[in-house]
């Protein structure tokens, strides 16, 4: 191509009214609610972080935050459009400039991912140091909370990846397993059953049960019973883990939950036992999910170091029981 020709071609191509640099300030306000907090993560002064978003809302014609001395800044209507825009263009840039290079160290920029709160404990730890090992230039933003909160966060792009199981996962969600467990039955240590190897749930049909009342979690526990013919008699509800587990060891009921080799001792101080179910239910995955899309090589880098996490997962789910 001579020089007329590339001439012709910048001509021919849209200028863009503002630069990456505005959109990177845009993004850290944004996620950090303040003009203060997105010049701290961007080592910037708040003059520069202000005047980056003043010229970029001048440019687009648009006010993309209500700023407030008292609360910071929130975005507009206008902001909310745009941040999934605004959070592809960076990511295509980083995928830019990551792809001419091969060695890991060009591999850099935020991965962002959700939790359920369920498995937070026991994956982002390793992920974390995994990552920071394998990928020093990556680094993890997480968030923890329910499914259908982390899908819609994930469908506005402003997630990565969601580690889940595999209940009320879309099936369009591209997915990789790290392992697999199982529902088994929760009592006290004082409970007539508690000696036994397995459990039918007809045999606590009758008695109260403390629900798990997480959106994925109760959606599997009412099929396994309803499987069975079952009607639950819920006696307590709670989206804790821990609290249900304490329900469960005071005697107020049995509950349903996925096997883990956590410690029987509750947070009170009692004792709880996991019996395997017959039938055994089937087996659930645990999953790093994400929308349908090329991974950028940042997040690819954060897949694969979850999959070296399988065997550790494996044995922190205790080893799989008939």
């Known amino acids: 191509m001579d020089t007329r020709e590339a001439l012709d071609l910048s001509r021919r191509l849209p200028s863009l009214p503002f630069t990456l640099r505005q959109i990177e300030c845009f993004l850290a306000v944004a996620d950090s609610g303040s003009i203060s907090g997105a010049a701290a993560a961007l080592h910037a002064s708040d003059s520069a972080v202000s005047d980056a978003l003043t010229a970029m809302e001048r440019a687009l014609g648009a006010s993309l935050f209500k700023r407030q001395r008292s609360r910071g800044?929130?975005?507009?209507?206008?902001?909310?459009?745009?941040?999934?825009?605004?959070?592809?263009?960076?990511?295509?840039?980083?995928?830019?400039?990551?792809?001419?290079?091969?060695?890991?160290?060009?591999?850099?920029?935020?991965?962002?991912?959700?939790?359920?709160?369920?498995?937070?404990?026991?994956?982002?730890?390793?992920?974390?140091?995994?990552?920071?090992?394998?990928?020093?230039?990556?680094?993890?933003e997480y968030r923890t909370g329910d499914l259908g909160t982390m899908l819609s966060a994930a469908e506005g792009a402003e997630l990565d990846l969601v580690v889940t199981f595999d209940i009320e996962v879309p099936p369009e969600y591209e997915r990789v397993a790290l392992t697999t467990t199982e529902a088994m039955l929760v009592v006290s240590e004082e409970h007539p059953l508690a000696?036994?190897?397995?459990?039918?749930?007809?045999?606590?049909?009758?008695?109260?049960?403390?629900?798990?009342?997480?959106?994925?979690?109760?959606?599997?526990?009412?099929?396994?019973?309803?499987?069975?013919?079952?009607?639950?008699?819920?006696?307590?509800?709670?989206?804790?883990?821990?609290?249900?587990?304490?329900?469960?060891?005071?005697?107020?009921?049995?509950?349903?939950?996925?096997?883990?080799?956590?410690?029987?001792?509750?947070?009170?101080?009692?004792?709880?036992?996991?019996?395997?179910?017959?039938?055994?239910?089937?087996?659930?995955?645990?999953?790093?999910?994400?929308?349908?899309?090329?991974?950028?090589?940042?997040?690819?880098?954060v897949v694969d170091c979850a999959k070296q996490l399988r065997g550790e997962m494996m044995t922190s789910l205790g080893d799989r029981l008939g």
Do not use: F, K
């Open 195 to 301: 000696s036994r190897d397995s459990v039918d749930l007809s045999e606590v049909a009758e008695e109260p049960m403390i629900m798990l009342d997480i959106a994925a979690s109760r959606t599997h526990t009412l099929e396994i019973m309803s499987s069975r013919g079952i009607t639950p008699r819920i006696a307590h509800r709670t989206a804790d883990y821990e609290l249900c587990r304490a329900l469960v060891g005071r005697g107020l009921g049995y509950t349903l939950l996925m096997r883990r080799n956590v410690s029987p001792e509750t947070w009170d101080g009692r004792r709880v036992v996991y019996l395997p179910i017959v039938p055994a239910p089937r087996p659930v995955e645990v999953l790093v999910a994400w929308p349908q899309n090329p991974l950028p090589p940042r997040v690819a880098a």
């Open 73 to 140: 800044a929130t975005l507009t209507s206008d902001g909310l459009t745009i941040l999934p825009l605004a959070r592809r263009i960076v990511t295509d840039g980083a995928e830019l400039t990551a792809s001419v290079g091969r060695e890991q160290s060009s591999i850099v920029g935020p991965v962002r991912i959700g939790l359920i709160n369920t498995l937070a404990s026991l994956i982002l730890p390793r992920l974390l140091i995994a990552t920071r090992q394998n990928y020093p230039g990556v680094h993890i």
